[in-house]
């Protein structure tokens, strides 16, 4: 997958390779109401299929229904099944704690051998965490910088908080000197790359590098450059210059030959300092290197290099396991995690779950961790050949009937955990991917909890495909009705991407109608 500055990932979009449109019922001729019939047969959704669920949580009538059983790509709707399934599995109050461990002797301060941080799958590893020990979520996270120009913001906590607080902790234990090696255990599961993302259980700021560039006083000028976290870990250049007010951003970052960032483009002048990210491409080589520099900012002396790659191999985990640790850092409960994952549509976070489901297993693969998931829903009731699971965050392969995905809702208002997903999703026309999908009037707006999902494809005879925009959640109703509902449009040829945002209002708005409508 290759992301473009102009598509916005905030509403779930991702772009992926074309896929052909499936034959199914379209809106003409259905009993749908005209209020949302007027709004699936717009023109730009003349190719497109339609696919609704919508279902009385308390009674579990359908009140409405178009292709439910028709299977559609789900989009970042996914992160619903995916969520879910940890919460049903390790509980809304799991933590995940990252322990340090000294394999050697420890005399007169030095240690003699290696530390070790190992990987517990903690998705924000103290980066997000606030005074209050819940985890800070932007609307517009820098985790879609690159396809938020302009828009995505940084969080006002230290991404290396975790790493300092385990630092301190050595200091703590004794250790001012390590002369052997300082090496990151990333073995919790088997290696797993998803969309060119390695999915790692060792995480510090998200695996990005932070690259935030301003205009400089006057046309022309060079733009300035700041990037975080501050480490050797990378070089960063840059060529940016400052554009004309009305000029676009316009931004490359690529690491060249010698494994230097360099930025190059323009930002507008005046324009406020833009948040770009670069993806680093060893998350255990990236956090060896963070974490050496926050031992010595600890005052502990470090023999190793912190840059270059270390050549000695991990102890066996038997070895590692039957340790006590030296340090330790704990991680916000899980319930936490999962509001970060749906309410900015967290691609990363949500494709540790299932591996995180298959360690919990004793299993060590994505497969694994897909499967326990398939059971949870299937122990919900929903038949297993109604949906197809390929990762956790909503590529390509995965799809769910309307049917499906309305029910499965439903089964979860029946769930211990039901409060904490609720609580984690974007509500409608005030947060996350769905803050800015309703006029400031709307009477919808905060009545709605619901996911969305989107997936781009470029287009043969379009500029793009619009293969997936989909909505799935919860709606009170102006009279008091609790539905759970679940929306899909695929297979829609779009020539402008504001088109892609104009379905992403368009499934709000269907929404707000079947909140005014019941």
Request: net charge negative; hydrophobic share 45%.
């Amino acid at each position: 997958m290759k992301r473009t500055a102009a598509v916005a990932a905030a509403t779930g979009i991702l772009l992926v390779a074309g896929c052909a449109a499936s034959p199914a019922e379209t809106p003409q001729g259905s009993d749908l109401p005209d209020s949302i019939l007027s709004i699936m047969e717009q023109p730009m959704y003349e190719e497109g299929v339609w696919g609704l669920s919508v279902v009385d949580v308390e009674t579990g009538e359908v009140m409405l229904t178009l292709n439910p059983d028709e299977k559609f790509l789900t989009g970042s709707t996914a992160k619903i099944l995916s969520v879910t399934a940890a919460l049903e599995v390790l509980g809304a109050d799991a933590t995940f704690t990252t322990p340090v461990v000294a394999v050697g002797e420890v005399a007169d301060g030095t240690l003699h051998g290696d530390l070790v941080l190992r990987g517990s799958g903690d998705l924000t590893l103290g980066g997000r965490t606030m005074a209050d020990g819940t985890i800070e979520v932007p609307i517009f996270d820098h985790y879609d910088a690159n396809a938020l120009p302009g828009l995505a913001t940084l969080t006002t906590q230290d991404p290396l908080a975790g790493l300092n607080d385990l630092a301190q902790q050595v200091v703590a234990a004794g250790i001012d000197r390590v002369d052997g090696e300082v090496l990151v255990d990333d073995r919790l599961w088997d290696p797993v790359i998803v969309d060119d993302v390695p999915i790692s259980p060792i995480v510090v700021n998200d695996n990005l590098v932070d690259i935030v560039l301003a205009p400089g006083p006057a046309v022309g000028d060079a733009a300035t450059l700041e990037w975080l976290p501050q480490t050797a870990a990378y070089e960063v250049e840059t060529t940016v210059t400052t554009g004309s007010a009305d000029s676009g951003i316009d931004i490359t970052i690529a690491e060249d030959p010698e494994g230097t960032l360099v930025a190059s483009g323009s930002v507008p002048l005046g324009a406020e300092p833009v948040v770009q990210t670069f993806q680093v491409a060893d998350p255990a080589l990236w956090a060896r290197t963070l974490f050496i520099e926050a031992l010595e900012r600890a005052g502990v002396e470090v023999a190793a290099d912190a840059v270059t790659a270390s050549a000695a191999s991990l102890p066996d985990a038997v070895v590692l396991d039957a340790a006590t640790p030296i340090a330790e850092f704990t991680s916000p409960p899980f319930s936490e995690t999962a509001r970060l994952i749906n309410k900015v549509s967290h691609n990363l976070g949500a494709n540790q779950l299932p591996l995180l489901l298959a360690v919990d297993a004793g299993e060590r693969t994505l497969e694994a961790g897909l499967a326990i998931e398939l059971g949870v829903l299937e122990a919900a009731g929903i038949d297993p050949a109604d949906v197809d699971l390929t990762d956790g965050q909503g590529l390509e392969g995965n799809r769910i009937t309307p049917a499906a995905m309305a029910a499965y809702l439903r089964h979860l208002t029946t769930t211990p955990t039901f409060q904490t997903f609720y609580d984690s999703t974007p509500i409608l026309g005030v947060d996350g991917s769905l803050a800015t999908v309703l006029p400031e009037d709307d009477p919808a707006i905060g009545m709605a909890h619901a996911k969305t999902g989107t997936l781009v494809a470029g287009g043969t005879t379009s500029a793009f495909v619009l293969e997936t925009k989909a909505l799935a959640g919860f709606v009170e109703t102006a009279t008091g009705r609790n539905l759970a509902f679940a929306v899909f449009v695929n297979d829609v040829p779009v020539d402008d991407i504001s088109a892609i945002f104009q379905a992403n209002n368009d499934l709000g708005a269907i929404a707000s109608q079947l909140y005014q409508l019941y």
